[in-house]
């Protein structure tokens, strides 16, 4: 894929939508892209305002989001039997594999995931 491209975990994405400029400048011109379950964990927390939803389907609509491939499956359970990782960091990790893409997360844990080309972002 093009060097261009990256994916968001979901708290890179929470740091964005909450006017975090530092995430905002990094991936300015980058081709973004986020797990289904980013999607998912984004539009199911609890006490969402009907303005936050606006603002996450308005984001959402402008990113590609990665369905899970049996490839995806397949790598989520490699790193999930290597890992202390809960389910869905392991599919986002996957996802990012897959797609041959740097993730961009402040998640530490997944520095360890071999294979996954990891771009930390400390708050």
Not at 6 to 19: A, E, K
Not at 56 to 69: A, V
Not at 84 to 99: F, R, V
Not at 102 to 118: H, V, Y
Request: glycine share 2%; proline share 2%; with cysteine.
């Amino acid at each position: 894929m093009n060097g261009n491209n990256i994916l968001l975990d979901t708290n890179t994405v929470l740091y964005f939508l909450s006017g975090d400029q530092t995430v905002a400048d990094f991936i300015q011109e980058k081709k973004l892209f986020i797990s289904i379950i980013t999607e998912l964990e984004l539009l199911s927390y609890k006490n969402l305002t009907t303005k936050e939803i606006k603002v996450i389907t308005n984001f959402l609509k402008e990113i590609h989001i990665e369905n899970i491939s049996q490839e995806i499956k397949e790598q989520s359970i490699k790193i999930r039997r290597s890992s202390n990782l809960k389910l869905p960091d392991c599919i986002i990790a996957a996802t990012s594999i897959s797609l041959q893409i740097p993730i961009f997360s402040a998640d530490k844990e997944l520095r360890n995931i071999d294979g996954l080309d990891f771009i930390f972002y400390e708050k």
